[in-house]
């Protein structure tokens, strides 16, 4: 009885004394989160119920990737299911052996064994990917392999102390208990004290290996075990990838974007906490895919590890517990981390090999940049520049694949564009290639600064047919949106020349805005000129308002994406805007074209990200090609929503790529393994880049770069009446 009593107060003083440390290390972290701009949670928590659950018990996200995701599925539910045993054995040990009165005590029993043993299965599993099979997506280190040594550490101090308790109480073998039967099986010599001794160690150490796993866990990645249901939750409800507005005209605003950590939300702060350092982001990020200095996933912990640092120094309390255990609080004068010379350097990119992508050197220059600097606090720390270097955020290509894959929600790309925001507006910095096309787009509203009053010349190519203005034909059904690249772009002209074609074929009543059409601002404000975006976007707007535009279509996913889902923040209401492709099969569905000529073609498709990641159009441009007879199409391995990036998104079609390999040659090595024809295409950005990577590797003579309206165009005029494109 005595010891029953002395171990009941060791257990609470032990059990109380991890619990403080815990909710310490998770109320500092709160503190620091504390520090970013408010966040309206009232408003983002409206996460659908059903959306939610199938994430986080469903796992979806995860499921992405079938090896692993099915691994987790096991340990998440798992450890679910041992909560339950972990109480039934400290019920054991505080009433020396009994049993919790549950009904079906032995099943209970068998399942505890069975997921015991299938958690161990797991973590093995896990191990093997980590080390054994390599994925370079995975961290290597003592970090990473912690976790696996806690569970494992919990999973045989459950089994020793069941078998022992069973030698202890005499307990014969049981079909319901096979694992921990067979090791009693073992001891079955050891006296019923000795066994005694042996069960409350291995209960001891189950204890403390689960607080000393508990008070780690908000210290480490394993902090979104808590924070990731959190993040999901409160994730924005509005439309992926939406940009939020910039009040320009808060005169009591210090600053534009963010140049300091407290400038991100204290929503984006969640993200990092939320962070699971799976590499799942880096995986497929075109950047880090191709030699950039780019890395999604350590975009994110580089963002937390300053949070942290910085946070500790500015309210002195330091993150990690117990605080005898460390030399001193994070931020303190004894250094903080920072990005290195490596910089200077680059990514060493492995040009002469026979590789199509390679994430390695971007995570090796990564891990050899990011350093803890003595000398320096964190509260001297730049976050422009010593924690994030221009060159990473110039690199994004904003394509949202990262977004995609992130199985806890988090939302990189409007990180990015918000240090681009500091950059333009408050430093004035930006590379020379995006300067200089903001700058014609300024003076004449086009990148290429041709003149604006060319912009409605391409009209003039198209023999025998009449693109009306709205003046010349204010009753028109359809605004054609025709974008800077359908205007001015040599070969986007004849998209829009195709484009017309078929509707004039359809009979669809459409007009142009002529020259009075004005940029549609998506590259300035992914570049983060978020003043010359709202200029041509309230231009625009009182254009549409001027003539009545009820609906809207556009050959471009970027034009098509800005004008759907970020102009009604600046007034543009009752519009309906459509992309091509989604007008192009609703016409070909209903009949209104009909695709009769055989193209014997062999077509892969590449997804424009603007159009699928972010506006889900995936099926429609699909549709049209499928009516075309002839056509034979092909997918590629990354296709649909973890389709590569053409590497012209995010403004990075107007500047040149400095390191590592080109985005676009990549994706088209990707669309060579189908071995196609055609190349197809929906978005003249992606259309220029296809076109450019079939010529870089010369074979534009055996493989062509179309758009699916040009495709159109052949099936329902004939290849012999369809402006077929030539090269230039």
């Known amino acids: 009885m005595m010891w029953q009593i002395v171990n009941a107060l060791l257990f ?26 408010p966040a309206d949670f009232r408003r983002q928590g409206r996460e659908k119920p059903g959306a939610f659950m199938a994430e986080i018990f469903g796992q979806t996200k995860l499921l992405k990737d079938r090896k692993s995701g099915v691994m987790h599925l096991v340990i998440f539910y798992g450890f679910i299911i041992l909560q339950f045993g972990a109480l039934e054995l400290i019920f054991k040990g505080l009433t020396g052996g009994k049993n919790l009165p549950i009904p079906g005590y032995d099943a209970f029993s068998l399942l505890q064994e069975a997921t015991v043993f299938s958690i161990l299965i797991a973590m093995g599993y896990a191990a093997f990917r980590r080390y054994a099979e390599k994925l370079p997506r995975l961290k290597k280190g003592w ?18 102390s069941l078998a022992f308790e069973r030698v202890w109480l005499g307990h014969p073998a049981s079909a319901y208990a096979p694992i921990s039967s067979a090791i009693a099986a073992s001891f079955v010599g050891l006296s019923a004290g ?22 780690y866990v908000p210290q480490s990645k394993h902090f979104h075990i808590m924070t990731a249901p959190v993040n999901i939750w409160f994730r924005r409800q509005e439309q992926v990838g939406r ?47 191709t030699g950039k200095t780019l890395s999604p996933m350590h975009l994110i ?22 605080e005898f255990a460390f030399t001193g609080p994070a931020g303190s004068s004894a250094g903080a981390h920072m990005m290195t010379a490596m910089d200077d350097q680059g990514v060493g990119w492995r040009a002469g090999d026979d590789v199509v992508t390679d994430i390695r050197p971007t995570l090796q220059w990564q891990q050899a940049s990011w350093k803890t600097q003595t000398g320096k606090s964190a509260t001297e720390v730049e976050l422009i520049g010593d924690v994030m270097t221009e060159d990473e955020i110039w690199s994004c290509t904003t394509c949202r694949n990262c977004e995609d894959q992130c199985p806890v929600g988090n939302e990189h790309v409007d990180k990015i564009v918000d240090l681009r925001r500091h950059l333009v507006l408050m430093q004035g910095s930006m590379p020379h290639e995006g300067q200089r096309a903001m700058q014609n787009i300024e003076r004449q509203g086009n990148p290429w600064g ?16 009449a693109v009306p203005t709205v003046k010349e034909n204010p009753a028109f059904d359809y605004l054609f949106f025709v974008g800077s ?8 002209r004849k998209v829009s020349r195709a484009f017309v074609r078929l509707l004039h074929e359809a009979g669809v009543s459409f007009a142009i805005l002529g020259n009075e059409e004005k940029n549609s601002g998506d590259t300035p404000r992914r570049l983060g000129n978020e003043m010359l975006f709202q200029q041509l976007c309230a231009e625009n707007i009182a254009a549409f308002e001027k003539y009545g535009v009820k609906r809207i279509v556009t050959a471009c996913p970027h034009t098509f994406n800005t004008l759907k889902h970020e102009y009604p923040d600046f007034g543009l209401e009752g519009v309906e805007v459509q992309h091509h492709s989604e007008l192009l099969d609703e016409l070909v569905r209903t009949g209104r074209l009909k695709p009769q000529h055989e193209l ?17 159009v995936y099926d429609q441009p699909r549709s049209v090609l499928r009516a075309i007879p002839g056509v034979e199409l092909v997918e590629m391995e990354r296709t649909r929503e973890n389709g590569m990036c053409c590497g012209a998104g995010g403004g990075m079609m107007w500047m040149e790529e400095t390191s590592g390999k080109r985005v676009n040659a990549a994706r088209t090595e990707q669309a060579l393994r189908t071995n196609p024809t055609v190349i197809s295409s929906a978005c003249p950005y992606c259309l220029t880049m296809m076109e450019d990577g079939t010529k870089m590797k010369e074979i534009e003579s055996r493989v062509k770069a179309r758009d699916i309206a040009e495709l159109l165009e052949q099936a329902v005029f004939g290849s012999g009446n369809a402006q077929i494109p030539t090269t230039h």
């Open 485 to 492: 690249m359908g205007s001015y772009d040599l070969r986007s």
């Open 143 to 160: 970090k990473p392999s912690l976790v696996l040594f806690f569970i494992l550490g919990l999973m045989l101090s459950v089994l020793l």
């Open 450 to 465: 041709l003149s604006r009053s060319d912009r409605s010349k391409w009209t003039g190519e198209i023999e025998g047919l």
């Open 600 to 616: 014997k073609e062999r077509v892969t498709y590449h997804d424009s990200c603007y159009l699928g990641r972010y506006n889900n």
């Open 194 to 215: 000795a066994a005694k001794a042996a069960f409350y160690a291995g209960w001891w150490l189950h204890l403390l290996i689960l607080l000393a796993f508990l008070v």
């Open 12 to 37: 609470v003083a032990v059990t109380g004394y991890g619990v403080l440390l815990f909710g310490k290390a998770v109320y500092r972290r709160y503190l620091y989160m504390k520090l970013g701009q």
């Open 243 to 289: 940009l939020k507005k910039l009040d320009l005209e808060n005169e009591e605003a210090e600053s534009f974007g963010v140049g300091r950590i407290e400038d991100f939300t204290q929503k984006q702060m969640l993200d990092f906490y939320a962070c699971v350092e799976c590499g799942r982001c880096t995986n497929v990020c075109p950047a880090s895919n």
């Open 301 to 322: 912990v580089k963002l937390r590890d300053h949070l942290v640092e910085k946070g500790a120094a500015v309210t002195s309390k330091s993150p990690w517990v117990p």
